[in-house]
């Protein structure tokens, strides 16, 4: 199956194809597992994550969101152009970070409607195979950088929420949203 990224529509659907699962959920704690072989059945996959992103107005998703343990991730930060294809990355490693540590406003579809300052690197080189199998290199920097290490993140059991150093606002904006603090798991500074 050849699969052209930039056929797939990028619009909402009232029932998209994958549920996405929220905080407190294990599978969102488990480490996702490599990729062995690509198939039919993970361009699939791929498609209905894309699918499911765009119903949900995200700009990235990670496999474990939709209760699938396998490393993948989608993205697409200009999910506004038709013409600008997303990006699969299949058992993405990072290579290295670099830059400015930068504070940024992040969300995620995995703790709908809450937004967090985190401290990311600005820049990082990643590491992938796209669905055909080949291996790919990326170096990138800004938005695409924090989006890709947000995912990765996901891809071992990490969600935003766990790097939010303001643990008072972040209690605060979990509550609102009918989250628990219980269910964060703040990392080391």
Known sequence: MTLTLTTIPKEKLKNPPLKIHTLGDRDLR??????????????????????????????????PQVGIGKQMIVIDIHPDQPEAAPLVMINPEIKSTGGPQVNGEEGCLSVPSVFMDVVRPDEV?????????????????????RVILHEVDHLQGVVFVDRVKNQSALNQELSKRGFKMKDVHPLPA
């Not at 059945?41 to 499911?52: C, F, G, N, P």
């Not at 992938?128 to 800004?142: I, M, N, V, W």
């Open 30 to 63: 488990q480490p996702a597992k490599r990729v062995s072989k690509i198939t039919d059945e993970i361009r699939q996959l791929a498609v209905d994550m894309l699918k499911t992103m765009y119903s949900c107005d995200g700009i990235g998703l990670a496999a």
């Open 125 to 145: 080189v990643v590491t992938y195979r796209d669905l055909e199998g080949k291996p790919q290199k990326l170096a990138t920097s800004g938005l695409l950088a």
